[in-house]
């Protein structure tokens, strides 16, 4: 059965830094890996999604790498700010074509002004 | 502008009332999906659905039920059954066939149970 991990579970950074959050996923027939940030009380909402045959994504100052046959994804976010306090997800999805995904519990960031 | 919403923000239960959860798509996607959030956990599926009038059971389904009468519409009925349902409610939908399988999300529903 998939499992998805995200270690750390809590992160306090100086505004400025750069910061890389980890992912880990113990089965590697994935068909692809979302990250997700989610502010307090509200949804989800899709950062970056690598398919299984790529090995990043990048957005503006974020960056997301795969290895799959690791199991482990990295969410690079380049001179954080304050704005990017929030929960980051990684979710993967399986190769069953149910399209159903699987969610690590998240690391909750804060950047301090 | 195209999206999901989810009704209400937030929902009160009594102690044996069924309560149901509105979630609506105007993206033209075929599949959606019900989870539940709880404090400190990630996201666990309750039920889903890839084509109308059909869905399937997720991993914690017991005490939930849900229709799929038209594309747009996935409500989720949370019945007396289930024990613990105070939780934050997400649906997501995903446009099936493409190349990317992006999961959208609604704003979420908030249950408390009095």
């Known amino acids: 059965k998939q499992e998805v991990t995200q270690i750390p579970a809590a992160l306090s950074v100086p505004e400025g830094e750069n910061l890389v959050l980890n992912c880990s996923f113990t089965d590697s027939a994935i068909y692809n890996l979302q990250w997700f940030r989610q502010d307090p009380g509200k949804g989800l909402t899709s950062l970056l999604l690598i398919q299984s045959s790529q090995r990043e994504q990048t957005s503006g100052r974020l960056n997301a790498s795969l290895d799959k046959s690791s199991g482990r994804s990295t969410l690079y976010i380049a001179a954080s700010q304050p704005g990017d306090s929030a929960t980051y997800l990684c979710?993967?999805?399986?190769?069953?074509?149910?399209?159903?995904?699987?969610f690590g519990t998240g690391t909750r960031l804060k950047v301090l002004a | 502008d195209g999206g999901i919403t989810q009704s209400p923000k937030y929902l009160f239960r009594k102690e044996g009332q069924n309560v149901t959860l509105s979630c609506e798509q105007n993206?033209?996607?075929?599949?959606m999906y019900w989870y539940r959030q709880d404090p400190g956990q990630g996201l666990r599926l309750i039920y889903y659905?890839?084509?109308?009038?059909?869905?399937q059971k997720g991993d914690i389904a017991e005490g939930y039920s849900v229709s799929r009468e038209k594309k747009e519409s996935f409500p989720l009925t949370v019945t007396s059954a289930q024990k613990n349902p105070t939780a934050f409610y997400l649906c997501a939908s995903i446009r099936q066939g493409s190349s990317y399988n992006e999961q959208f999300f609604g704003p979420g529903t908030r249950l408390t149970v009095l």
């Open positions: 993206l033209n996607h075929d599949a």
């Open positions: 659905s890839q084509i109308v009038n059909d869905f």
């Open positions: 979710a993967v999805s399986d190769t069953s074509g149910t399209y159903k995904y699987i």
